[in-house]
C-alpha cells in the first residue's frame, strides 16, 4: 500500500471526524512502576506488521480525550497505522511539568507493544502543544526506539511564547505580528508560575497565591465547559474571583485574566510579567528551556502550526525548526485549516487557488509524516 494512498485515507478521515467504536479501545498500560489509562485506535482488523504512533496532548482538560488528538489517531488509523494516546494526568490537572514527558513516551511505547500489533521499529511520536518541543528532547534520548517525530502547535522560546501569551505581540525575521491571544494558555501558566515569582513588582505572595489559585478555577472552567476562553461566557465568573481578590491582585489579575471585551495587556507591563514568570519557570523546570541533544537529531522531524493560533504564535514554530539539525526537518509547514491544532480557529483563504494551495501543503505535510515511519 503506497503512502499516496495513505495519505488520501487519512486525509478523508481528517475531513469527517467521528468515533469508531470498532476501532478503539480504552485500556491500562504498564511501564515499569507507571500504570496509567491510555486509548488505542487501530486500523481495520487490527492487522500485523503496521507502523504505530504514541501521541501526546499538551496541558489540557480533556487530555488524551481532546479533539484535535483523537482527529488525528483516527486518521491515522484510516491510514492503515495504530496510535496510542497514554494519559498524563499531571497535564491533565494543568501542572507544567515538562518532566512527564518521558514517563508518557515509554507508557506508550509500552502499549503498543503490549497490546496491538504494530511493527515495533516503525513508531513515529507526535507532540500536541507545548508536548511538541517535549517531544523533540524525549526524542532525543530515545532514538533508537522510535522512527520520526512530528510536533503540532509547538514552542521554542518560552519568554516569547509568554510575552504573546500575555500582550499579543510576536515577531519574525524582523516582521511584527498583533494578535488577540486566546486567554487559556496564559491562564495556565498564571496558576502554575504565580507563586513562584519574586520581589513585589506584581502584588505581595499572598496575592499571587491567590491570583494562582482562582485562575486555576476559571481555566480548569474553560477546560470542562470547552467554549474558547476569550468568549464571554466565563466573564460573570471571571469577575466574581476578581471580587474575591484582595486589593493588591488586581493588576496582577487584569493583566492575565481581562474580561473579553478588553484589550491584551499593555505591553511594557506584560512583557516584565512574562519574563519574570519565563525566570520562574526555568528555574522551576529546567527542561522547558533545554536543547539538550536536540543537534544530535538524526530522526526525521515534521512541523507543524496554525496561522491563525491565539494561544502559542506561529513563529515559535518556526523558531523550534530554526534550531533543529537541518538535515533531520522534512517539513515545516505554517497552514491557515486550523488555529492551535483545532480546525474550529481555521481561517482558510477565500481565493480558490491560496485555498487549494493551503490543501496541497497540508497533503504534502501528511504524506511527509505517514511516509517517515511507513519506510
Not at 14 to 25: C, I, V, W, Y
Not at 148 to 172: F, K, N, P, Q, S
Not at 252 to 272: G, I, N, T, V, Y
Request: with cysteine; aromatic share 6%; glycine share 8%.
Amino acid at each position: 500500500m503506497t503512502s499516496r494512498t495513505n495519505t488520501a485515507r487519512f486525509l478523508w478521515r481528517f475531513a469527517h471526524p467521528g468515533q469508531d467504536l470498532a476501532h478503539e479501545r480504552e485500556c491500562l498500560v504498564e511501564s515499569g512502576h507507571d500504570r496509567r489509562n491510555a486509548t488505542i485506535f487501530a486500523p481495520a482488523g487490527w492487522p500485523r506488521g503496521r507502523p504505530g504512533w504514541v501521541l501526546l496532548h499538551g496541558i489540557t482538560v480533556p487530555g488524551r480525550h481532546h479533539d484535535a488528538l483523537r482527529r488525528m489517531a483516527r486518521s491515522l488509523a484510516a491510514a492503515g497505522h495504530y496510535a496510542i494516546a497514554p494519559e498524563v494526568s499531571a497535564w491533565r490537572d494543568l501542572k507544567v511539568d515538562p518532566g512527564e514527558t518521558l514517563p508518557a513516551v515509554l507508557a506508550g511505547l509500552s502499549g503498543l507493544a503490549a497490546q496491538t500489533a504494530a511493527d515495533r521499529q516503525r513508531i513515529g511520536l507526535i507532540g500536541f502543544s507545548v508536548a511538541g518541543r517535549w517531544a523533540f528532547s524525549v526524542a532525543a534520548e530515545e532514538q533508537a526506539r522510535l522512527k520520526a517525530v512530528a510536533a503540532m502547535g509547538g514552542y521554542w522560546d518560552i519568554e516569547r511564547t509568554l510575552a504573546a501569551m500575555v500582550g499579543g505581540e510576536h515577531e519574525w525575521a524582523g516582521q511584527r505580528y498583533r494578535y488577540d491571544p486566546e486567554p487559556y494558555g496564559r491562564w495556565i501558566m498564571g496558576a502554575n508560575l504565580l507563586p513562584m515569582l519574586e520581589g513585589a513588582d506584581f502584588g505581595s505572595p499572598a496575592d499571587r497565591a491567590q491570583a494562582a489559585e482562582a485562575l486555576h478555577i476559571l481555566v480548569r472552567t474553560a477546560g470542562q465547559n470547552g467554549a474558547m476562553a476569550r468568549t464571554a461566557v466565563y466573564d460573570s465568573l471571571n469577575a466574581s474571583l476578581r471580587a474575591q481578590l484582595s486589593p493588591g491582585a488586581h493588576h496582577l489579575w487584569d493583566l492575565l485574566a481581562p474580561r473579553s471585551s478588553d484589550k491584551a495587556a499593555a505591553r511594557q507591563p506584560a512583557a516584565e510579567l512574562a519574563r519574570q514568570m519565563a525566570r520562574a519557570a526555568v528555574d522551576r523546570y529546567p527542561l522547558l528551556a533545554s536543547s539538550t541533544g536536540l543537534d544530535e537529531l538524526r530522526l526525521p522531524l515534521v512541523l507543524m502550526h496554525g496561522r491563525s493560533d491565539r494561544l502559542i504564535p506561529f513563529t515559535e514554530t518556526l523558531r523550534l525548526a530554526q534550531n533543529l539539525p537541518p538535515r533531520a526537518v522534512q517539513r515545516v509547514t505554517i497552514t491557515r485549516l486550523f488555529g492551535h491544532t483545532r480546525s474550529r480557529e481555521a481561517r482558510p483563504p477565500r481565493d480558490p487557488a491560496a485555498r487549494a494551495k493551503e490543501f496541497g501543503a497540508f497533503a504534502g505535510t501528511i504524506q511527509s509524516l505517514l511516509a517517515a515511519v511507513e519506510a
